[in-house]
């Protein structure tokens, strides 16, 4: 069972108190952009085996959206961050390359 730790209240709780939101630092359009940038937010997500950054709501405790590092084949959790955020922050990349050399934020994205 996948276990997070809410980074607002502290909480770690199961998936059941979770909600996910699908892959965290889109880059979001704002009027007079293209059809094309439009349709690329909406529809064209990563979906990588391995490494990848969730969004995540906790439901059923304070209600605030946080963004989550997990391995997606083994469930590893490096680390839970606010979802004010514009990329991981440094700790929670340096988790995921103690474990997975070679990866950094800039070849993910």
């Known amino acids: 069972m996948l ?3 809410c980074p607002y209240c502290g909480i770690a709780c199961d998936e059941t108190e979770l909600h996910g939101g699908g892959e965290a630092h889109l880059k979001r ?19 990588p085996r391995g490494v990848h950054l ?11 959206w946080f963004h989550a590092a997990r391995d997606t084949t083994t469930l590893e959790v ?23 050399p070679g990866w950094t934020w ?4």
């Open 54 to 64: 969730e969004r995540w709501r906790h439901v059923n405790g304070c209600g605030k």
């Open 106 to 109: 800039r070849n993910f994205s």
């Open 3 to 5: 276990i997070l730790t």
């Open 78 to 100: 490096f680390g839970t961050y606010s979802a004010q955020v514009f990329e991981p922050p440094k700790e929670v990349c340096d988790a995921i390359s103690a474990k997975r």
């Open 29 to 47: 359009y704002g009027p007079g952009s293209e059809d094309g940038d439009f349709e690329d937010y909406l529809f064209m997500r990563e979906n």
